[in-house]
């Protein structure tokens, strides 16, 4: 929930200033709002990125006429940094020192706008590992009630889980693999890591202890394949950690005999190249022993390479098929879709690791169709399949309900209106017999999508860092060329369950839409599920479904 400053709100929407005290200011202003929302063709009025229902509006007003809600929102205007903080997630200083912020009636009050910014600056914070901005963070009063300090403690935990079963699979893979690589953990085992995890407060210590648990055998692992500059280096920055004394007598165990190593390893060099070759005829022979070995491993290695570069690309393939009771079963469009379906429905560890790595990457603009280019040059490839799909009937008689005005717009006739209300990003999918396209919309924007006149599937697809260049990890078994691309790096909220279960099955009546000025508004937003968790949900935003037949999913 985003924080509205009222005062500056009031004064932006005036032209001018405006005194929350003179009712008559405020009431004109209202019915001015309500007026402009109402002309608007969403029914909502927006203001920046937010956007305001009719309800809201409401709701906004009633609490001007509150004395006690006013004057805790006039403590916010006061302190310039917590209201820039809460505005922009910048945090540019210290909060005023007030002692209504320690009070259980303002926590209650801010904690809904506090805690999703302070929590959010925290996360980005620790993935670009900056530990003065933690520390500023946690410096300051945490405006949070006993619910919403759980809450930000439980989203922190879990960010750093993401990275602690990182640096835990690369330790596993490096003690079966010595060879296996570990770039994705690097990250994890650096002074900086050590510095952010010192920066958290007390309620992290079991995880600092055991993180730095995980970062010793780590270490070991990597002295197990003779990376032993690489160990000490590891082991000098767990030496930093703020940990329990059972992790720092671990660490200094292990440095101590690592050292002693590394020492011992330096001797045997320098005897190998310095006193037992002591002649000039000893030390051409090794010269000539070196140039001989060394040419053999570079044979070796340009064997490997060239054969790698000759060697097709051998990529798993996927086989799919739609529910024998569907009514898209042997359509054209129908085993490609269930493809893409089953890779996104994939929920992908590498797409997460590479989200923590902060590349920043294109994204598309709303109204993109990042799919349907693809599909459709597959679907293409598919010869004869679905040829003889029969389009089953659904003709009956109907009684037509009073029309929405709310709904009505020649410019965008037979379309669904998809508004997103939630801050990942939203790829709506329209499946027909035989089209398909996709639709990407920003998050708090919207787009018109068409509706064809026939039986129709749409899928709502959310999620944060688009890769326009992320593969599948499984090719179509029947089209073998085809393999998606581009994803989300990561779902959000409850994401791939919303995929399967908020689908749309339509069937458009033509003799009604064919004579309709009508389009279908629906949003997705977000519901809270319980205490602690929110999840997405689509609604529909009018109650006319005139010309339209909703089909259960099979």
């Known amino acids: 929930m985003k924080y509205l400053n009222p005062f500056a709100f009031l004064e932006k929407m005036n032209g001018g200033p405006v005194s929350t005290e003179d009712t008559a200011a405020i009431s004109l202003l209202r019915k001015k709002m309500m007026a402009e929302l109402e002309l608007s063709e969403e029914k909502v009025l927006r203001e920046g990125a937010q956007w305001f229902s009719k309800n809201d509006l409401l709701l906004f007003f009633d609490e001007l006429q509150s004395p006690g809600k006013l004057h805790l929102h006039q403590q916010i205007r006061d302190d310039n940094v917590l209201l820039v903080f809460l505005e922009t997630g910048k945090l540019t200083g210290f909060f005023n020192h007030n002692p209504l912020y320690n009070t259980p009636a303002f926590l209650t009050f801010i904690a809904p706008f506090y805690e999703p910014v302070f929590t959010t600056a925290v996360l980005d914070s620790l993935k670009q590992q900056q530990a003065p901005a933690v520390q500023q963070l946690y410096a300051n009063p945490l405006l949070m009630d006993g619910e919403h300090q759980h809450r930000s403690y439980d989203k922190i935990f879990r960010a750093l889980q993401e990275s602690y079963k990182i640096l835990e699979a690369a330790e596993q893979r490096r003690r079966a693999d010595p060879r296996s690589g570990w770039k994705d953990a690097a990250p994890y085992v650096n002074l900086q890591q050590v510095q952010v995890l010192n920066a958290l407060p007390e309620i992290f210590q079991e995880f600092r202890n055991d993180s730095g648990i995980l970062m ?241 599937r749409v899928y709502f697809y959310a999620g944060t860092g688009w890769d326009p260049e992320w593969k599948a990890e499984y090719a179509m078994d029947y089209v073998a060329s085809y393999r998606a691309k581009g994803f989300f790096l990561m779902p959000v909220y409850d994401a791939l369950s919303f995929l399967k279960t908020s689908c749309l099955q339509l069937n458009l009546d033509s003799s009604y839409w064919q004579h309709s000025n009508r389009y279908i508004p629906v949003e997705v937003f977000l519901s809270e599920k319980n205490q602690l968790q929110q999840q997405l949900q689509l609604r529909q935003l009018t109650n006319n479904f005139n010309g339209v037949d909703l089909i259960p999913m099979e």
Request: with cysteine; glycine share 8%.
């Open 216 to 456: 010793i055998n780590f270490a070991l692992a990597l002295d197990g394949t003779r990376e032993n500059k690489k160990a000490l280096e590891i082991l000098y920055a767990v030496k930093a950690l703020k940990c329990g004394a059972y992790v720092r007598e671990e660490t200094a165990k292990y440095l101590q005999q690592l050292e002693e190593k590394a020492a011992s390893r330096k001797s045997l060099l320098g005897r190998f190249f310095g006193r037992e070759y002591k002649t000039k005829q000893q030390r051409r022979k090794l010269l000539r022993d070196t140039l001989l070995k060394g040419g053999v491993a570079l044979a070796i290695i340009v064997a490997i390479i060239i054969g790698a570069r000759f060697e097709q690309e051998q990529v798993p393939r996927i086989k799919v098929r739609e529910s024998a009771n569907s009514i898209f079963t042997g359509a054209r469009t129908s085993l490609t879709m269930q493809y893409l379906l089953s890779q996104l429905l994939m929920d992908n560890e590498k797409r997460a690791k590479k989200l923590l790595e902060g590349t920043r990457l294109p994204v598309p603009a709303t109204g993109a169709d990042v799919y349907g280019a693809d599909f459709m040059k597959a679907v293409r490839m598919q010869g004869d399949y679905g040829a003889g799909f029969v389009r089953p009937p659904f003709g009956r008689s109907r009684k037509w309900a009073p029309e929405d005005s709310s709904g009505n717009d020649a410019a965008h006739r037979q379309s669904m209106q998809v508004v997103n209300r939630q801050d990942g990003a939203l790829i709506t999918m329209v499946q027909t017999p035989d089209s398909f396209y996709s639709c990407y919309i920003a998050p708090f924007d919207s787009a018109f999508v068409p509706l064809p006149l026939s039986i129709s």
